[in-house]
């Protein structure tokens, strides 16, 4: 019988999705020629990490166990984690071996007024994120860069509501839209895993697992992302393309959120245009009738 602790069938879940990724290659074994499935079986998993196939099996189906430090280096060995992997799956197991939490009050998420007065001082399109990608506060460099986020309903200021949505973004052709959504499912992922009943982010999860099926299979690889950074190009009809660099930073609080900072090269073209858009948007008429419509990036091989 299936255990309801969130955290052990977080854990069963990630750990189902390495191994299925794995071949027999990966780990030294032959696969064979009446093989029927690509990923390691359960029983080859339990055998390279030295347990018992029934012991892993409830571990997978998140049932009563409670797995101890050497069981989660064992299997993060045989499944060839990277660092920010295996801190993720030894978070996972040592909340999986206390009792499942009470349901508790959460407060909404708030930016701090010394927050808001660094976004506005800083003199490059920045964003406050919360812990489930909500968008909190934006300077008015964001809001030149990505378009007008007061024009959408505070519930769908979200950056993945927003990537997923074909109405408000127009960019799913894009080649590196794939690896943006990764990256922002990927800090879902280590949110999920401090507060797997979060009815926001239970809420965000259950939109986009119904209407989107590129949502449901990139979210079951279950990358996990502490933070991240990458190179993107913003296309913007005022002045052209945009090619700048962003970077994650944790604000105080547990959890708590992030700053959003894109950057243009030092006196580079982008620097330069990224400039004009300023001045454009601070001389735009307040009272336009077109909002530009929030941008996540143009067509870029550079992706965080």
């Known amino acids: 019988m299936s255990s309801p602790h969130p ?3 977080e854990l069963g879940e990630f750990l189902r999705a390495r191994r299925t990724r794995l071949s027999p290659r990966d780990v030294g074994l032959e696969p064979g ?5 690509t990923g390691l079986r359960r029983e080859e998993m339990a055998l390279l990490a030295g347990l018992s196939t029934d012991y892993y099996q409830r571990i997978e189906q998140g049932r009563e166990v409670r797995p101890s430090d050497d069981v989660l280096a064992a299997l993060a060995g045989v499944l060839g984690l990277g660092d920010e992997e295996r801190r993720h799956l030894f978070t996972l197991g040592h909340a999986a071996r206390r009792p499942a939490p009470a349901p508790v009050d959460r407060e909404p998420e708030r930016v701090r007024d ?3 007065r660094l976004l506005r001082v800083i003199d490059t399109p920045a964003v406050v994120l919360g812990r489930h990608l909500d968008l909190l506060d934006w300077n008015p460099m964001a809001e030149a860069l990505l378009g007008e986020p007061d024009a959408y309903p505070p519930d769908r200021l979200n950056m993945l509501l927003l990537l997923f949505d074909d109405a408000l973004t127009g960019r799913r052709s894009c080649p590196d839209w794939e690896e943006q959504a990764l990256d922002y499912i990927g800090m879902l992922r280590a949110a999920v895993a401090a507060d797997p009943t979060h009815p926001r982010a239970t809420a965000i999860v259950g ?7 590129e949502f449901r299979r990139l979210w079951a690889r279950h990358d996990v992302r502490e933070s991240v950074s990458g190179t993107k190009t913003f296309s913007v009809p005022e002045v052209g393309d945009i090619r700048l660099d962003w970077d994650t930073y944790p604000l105080p609080g547990n959890p708590g959120p992030v700053m959003l900072v894109f950057t243009a090269e030092p006196g580079s073209t982008d620097e330069d245009r990224l400039r004009l858009l300023a001045s454009w ?3 735009r008429s307040p009272f336009a009738d077109e909002l530009p419509a929030w941008r996540t990036g143009a067509p870029d091989s550079g992706a965080g």
């Open 33 to 37: 020629s009446r093989r029927k499935v």
């Open 207 to 213: 939109e986009l697992s119904i209407r989107s099926a």
């Open 7 to 9: 955290y052990a069938r």
């Open 281 to 283: 948007h601070a001389s």
């Open 114 to 116: 010394r927050t808001r």
